[in-house]
């Protein structure tokens, strides 16, 4: 048997708050057949802000493509072949320096291991590619064309993939950490509808405010933050991980 939503719709705020508590019964009883994924739901639809948000960033987006498509023709048909840069000493050392704080940041946040570090990773991985292209680039018919083709290719690009790599398995991680967290506020919110709470308190998006939907864990930032799941063991390789872990 099937309740359509016209029925649903016709049935008074009593009624279906009455439904939900028998719902939430037969799921209590049945906990085997439970599926985490049938706790998830989707924050764009629960909280007004965040789709606001989602529709701004997409709008930004798009602007900055077609933006950047023109800048991109404009200098291709401007740009000269050939020019003296100023201040060129000052552009690399600089550059350098920042890439220097930015490996002591990240060095902190693995010893410290922090949510930070998958974001720092990324940037120095980044940083590492971009490095690895102006060297190169700006070293074409030049006689350090092969020292910057070596150090790009065994030093800065090895070194940006194994960032990447690193921040994409803690990433994973931490999404897998926020599925298994969110399952069981649901769960946690059926068996406050079983008991008799309110539909409007037991939901898991009544749980947190309009806005606040992704901020919730709350309250500090990125640097205090522990890392989820196994920590730096989600970074390595998963040999190199399961023997961390068995170690442990």
Known sequence: MVIEKAELRRMSQAERRELAAMLAELEASHP??????????????????LRRERRLALLVSAACCVFLAGWIVLLAATLPHHFDAHHWRAVWVNFDAFLLAAFAVTAWAIWRQRQVLILLLMLVGTM????????VGTSLAT???WISLLSAVFAELPLALLAFAGARRLLRATVAASILAGAHVGATAAGATAAGATA?????AGAFPAG???????GQSLRRAP??????????????????????
């Open 212 to 218: 606040e939907w992704g901020r919730s864990c709350a």
């Open 32 to 49: 085997d057949q439970a599926q985490v994924g049938q706790y998830r739901a989707d924050p764009y639809r629960i909280d007004p802000v």
């Open 128 to 135: 590492l590619c971009c490095d690895a292209w102006f060297d």
């Open 200 to 204: 409007a308190g037991a939901t898991a």
């Open 143 to 145: 006689s350090g064309l």
């Open 227 to 248: 890392l989820a799941g196994l920590g730096l063991d989600e970074a390595l390789p998963r040999r190199r991980g399961g023997q961390g872990r068995q170690a442990a």
